[in-house]
């Protein structure tokens, strides 16, 4: 028996037809919002800002504790490395093609490209700027230290799942592949040792590499080439200009990108002028330098890195006579004892070399030496004086955090190691050269709790600074590793 069923009235039938209306439009309102986030740039996502997040330039000159806003420029990363070159160097990617990589294939980064993998490190690490830390990260990682913490932590994890460095084999020793590890100019010796050995950034590849190292030494090219006594540093720029003339005529990467994908380690105070004869290497090539003055037009801060410079006495032995005494047992003021060389130290020993509370020094005198060692006078300072020598760098910076010893910078112009990361006010005191008259007052009005706050910073900040022969993570060869390559995250373009 057949069930007749009712007869629809005019008003249910009103409704059935609003509840299809309504639930088209929410598919219709869906379905929209999912195609704009993947093709609409910059709708649901903030645009990037033009540099990573780190402070601009400063001129200590004017005022050490004042920033002030310098135009850092950019160099466009190249187009993908396969063969042959192209045309132009840009990477072409719109406002589209860098949510397209963060919508697609964020567990895929083998596949992309080298010039891929950099623009989604980038987004990554601008994402990164308020995300919290891992309980894991705390423990490593102590955030005062850092400019921020969070982008330091997301950029070094990245760092260690993508980069790959080429090392040119080219290039005869001493001059090249031969570390010295000894010495105030260890730290590129240190560096080239640890990067040659290791495994797991260096690539044989170049065309899956994001960087290219020039592997040289500044420090046996002067035992090489210069003429003692000639004051003639040309034909060791000339040296570097043919070498670099070699390599990019035998391989297409230098000219590619004009070198801006390559980088040097120096730490000889000649450094940045052996790249002096070669426009591309001056201007385009990521240079590691302990003499990072930016009143030269050299150094360029956010593309170049600030290297710290370390003394090594016993290479097999690089971390004897770490530590200082306690707060307590501190009793002079501040310390310093060197040789008059350059503009500073001179007036700094006029002001302050009868100084009760201050044991201001030219080179440490034998009677005081017996009594007490220049390491001894540093473990029991609370400040160590680094005046710049003939060049703006100095190894009391490094030497003062090894022995817990809050640092004292007097050097205009002078950009401090790893300040790309780094919160130098956290654990030092940078002076404006016309101030060191008022030395005294200036480390007087530290209070005793800002003084313990910045001790114990430098000791946290100690293993940063340490070279160990076999690297260990946040060590300072992967710091300066980290410095270069977070620069030339600084120099990849969003075309929007």
């Not at 400063?58 to 190249?78: A, G, K």
């Not at 956010?302 to 006495?313: A, C, F, N, Q, Y």
């Amino acid at each position: 028996m057949a069930i007749d069923r009712p007869r629809a009235t005019p008003a249910s039938r009103r409704l059935r037809s609003w509840r299809r209306r309504a639930l088209a439009a929410v598919l219709l309102a869906t379905a929209s919002a999912i195609i704009l986030t993947c093709t609409t740039p910059y709708l649901f996502f903030s645009p990037p800002p033009t540099l990573l997040s780190f402070h601009p330039p400063f001129n200590s000159s004017r005022d050490p504790h004042r920033r002030v806003s310098l135009p850092v420029p950019l160099v466009s990363i190249p187009k993908p490395l396969s063969p042959p070159p192209a045309k132009s160097s840009d990477v072409k990617l719109g406002g589209n093609d860098h949510l397209k990589i963060r919508c697609s294939l964020v567990a895929d980064l083998p596949a992309m490209s080298p010039d891929e993998q950099l623009l989604y490190a980038r987004i990554e690490i601008e994402n990164a700027e308020n995300a919290p830390l891992a309980s894991e990260d705390a423990d490593e990682l102590y955030a005062p230290l850092f400019r921020n913490v969070s982008v330091f932590r997301r950029s070094y994890e990245l760092m260690e799942k993508i980069l790959k460095v080429y090392i040119y084999p080219d290039g005869s020793r001493p001059i090249f592949h031969t570390p010295n590890l000894r010495g105030i100019y260890a730290s590129e010796g240190w560096f080239l040792k640890l990067m040659e050995e290791n495994k797991k950034f260096v690539v044989k590849d170049p065309r899956k590499a994001h960087l290219f190292y020039l592997p040289y030494s500044s420090r046996q090219l002067e035992l090489a080439i210069y003429v003692p006594e000639s004051h003639d540093l040309k034909p060791l720029s000339h040296f570097l200009k043919d070498y670099v003339n070699n390599i990019s005529a035998k391989y297409p990467f230098w000219n590619r990108t004009k070198g801006a994908d390559h980088f040097l380690v120096a730490c000889h105070d000649w450094g940045p002028y052996t790249t002096t004869a070669h426009q591309e290497l001056r201007k385009n090539t990521m240079k590691a330098l302990c003499n990072a003055d930016v009143s030269e037009g050299i150094f360029v801060r956010g593309k170049d890195v600030s290297l710290p410079e370390t003394t090594i006495r016993t290479p097999k032995r690089p971390l004897r006579f770490l530590g200082g005494r306690p707060v307590s047992q501190r009793s002079i003021l501040a310390f310093f004892a060197g040789n008059m060389h350059g503009r500073v130290r001179p007036i700094l020993l006029k002001y302050w070399e009868k100084d009760k509370d201050m044991k201001i020094y030219g080179p440490l005198p034998n009677r005081v030496a017996r009594e007490m060692s220049y390491i001894h006078h540093m473990k029991t300072s609370r400040f160590c004086i680094c005046p710049m020598g003939y060049e703006v760098n100095s190894p009391r910076i490094v030497e003062a955090i090894y022995y817990e010893c809050v640092p004292v910078i007097i050097a205009d112009n002078f950009v401090p190691p790893l300040d790309e990361v780094l919160d130098w006010s956290a654990f030092s005191v940078i002076i404006a050269e016309k101030d060191i008259p008022n030395l005294k007052t200036i480390l007087l009005s530290i209070s005793l709790r800002n003084y313990v706050s910045m001790h114990n910073n430098v000791k946290r900040l100690q293993k940063h600074f340490l070279w160990h022969n076999k690297p260990e993570k946040y060590d300072l060869f992967h710091m300066i590793l980290h410095s270069l390559w977070f620069n030339r995250l600084n120099q990849v373009q969003v075309h929007q």
